[in-house]
T-cell receptor
Framework: DGGITQSPKYLFRKEGQNVTLSCEQN?????MYWYRQDPGQGLRLIYY???????QKGDIAEGYSVSREKKESFPLTVTSAQKNPTAFYLC????????????FGSGTRLTVV | GENVEQHPSTLSVQEGDSAVIKCTYS??????FPWYKQELGKGPQLIID???NVGEKKDQRIAVTLNKTAKHFSLHITETQPEDSAVYFC?????????WGAGTKLIIKP
């Protein structure tokens, strides 16, 4: 079955560490997105990529970095510069042509310890 | 920038009654309006969507209506059941991205 996979489901980070969240899709979608969700809040866009080797900052990109070396993969690194990284992180993908909805992964919950 | 306003933020209804969630968008060029359901600890799931060439779409107990002139669209859930309890998000497309509403927590009372 086609889908989008995020790993790990739970992740713990120590102060000052960088951590990388994985997002892989086998839907042959061109566009991929990373969102942050805080408890009881909506979705805030961190980064997005419309095509391989290209990505743009979203509304809250500071302290995060991404890469898009393959169409299937869009990893997110939460750097030590992100002062409040504890949140639920969601990855999504979308066909590049036409106006269509996103397919979301099941999320990664990141906690700073 | 473009935005989507969603109301109410919390909606509590008796099991079996109907629920209505409303959204207003700002980008007059928007042509696609999806609705997502998010259960606790999970990613959002697309439940229904509508494009600007139609005014209403139904799928069993769920329906969406669109008024392009007024730039608002609504989600209607009839005969609500306990499994409908979740957070619902509306969105509209703008420059090939989705602009999201803030979400509505739907509570179904037994």
């Amino acid at each position: 079955d086609g889908g989008i996979t995020q790993s790990p489901k739970y992740l713990f980070r120590k102060e000052g560490q960088n951590v990388t969240l994985s997002c892989e899709q086998n839907l042959n979608h061109d566009a991929m997105y990373w969102y942050r969700q805080d408890p009881g809040q909506g979705l805030r866009l961190i980064y997005y990529s419309q095509i391989v080797n290209d990505f743009q900052k979203g509304d809250i990109a500071e302290g995060y970095s991404v890469s898009r070396e393959k169409k299937e993969s869009f990893p997110l690194t939460v750097t030590s510069a992100q002062k409040n990284p504890t949140a639920f992180y969601l990855c999504a993908s979308r066909p590049g042509q036409g106006r269509n909805g996103y397919t979301f992964g099941s999320g990664t919950r990141l906690t700073v310890v | 920038g473009e935005n989507v306003e969603q109301h109410p933020s919390t909606l509590s209804v008796q099991e079996g009654d109907s629920a209505v969630i409303k959204c207003t968008y700002s980008d007059s060029a928007s042509n696609y309006f999806p609705w997502y359901k998010q259960e606790l600890g999970k990613g959002p799931q697309l439940i229904i969507d509508i494009r600007s060439n139609v005014g209403e779409k139904k799928d069993q107990r769920i329906a969406v209506t669109l008024n392009k002139t007024a730039k608002h669209f609504s989600l209607h859930i009839t005969e609500t059941q306990p499994e409908d309890s979740a957070v619902y998000f509306c969105a509209s497309d703008s420059n090939y991205q989705l602009i999201w509403g803030a979400g509505t927590k739907l509570i179904i009372k037994p």
